[in-house]
């Protein structure tokens, strides 16, 4: 990964990550990505005490759980439907 940060008009970042080899289009990537960031900015706003630890936490929840989908799907069909029922997160709640 390569993070580049660059000042002209406006603040912006150059993010250069190698795609994974099933991507089949980096213009949905980059949508989605998007929508991610905007996502948790807006959810940053109300939040008070969101630590940037409680996003990667969420993250990498979201990314198993996208995975275990996606094994589901291809052992038992593209038409099973998979919804969340519930999350449960063990260990302490907040931390001084």
Known sequence: MHLQHTRALRDTFDVDIPLHPDTRSCEDVATLV???LRS???YRRDAQGLAQGDVLQALSIVTAVQMAKG???ERFGSGLQIRLRGLSIEGDS???
């Open 34 to 36: 998007e929508g991610f």
């Open 40 to 42: 948790i900015d807006s």
């Open 71 to 73: 094994e589901a799907a």
């Open 94 to 96: 907040a931390r001084a």
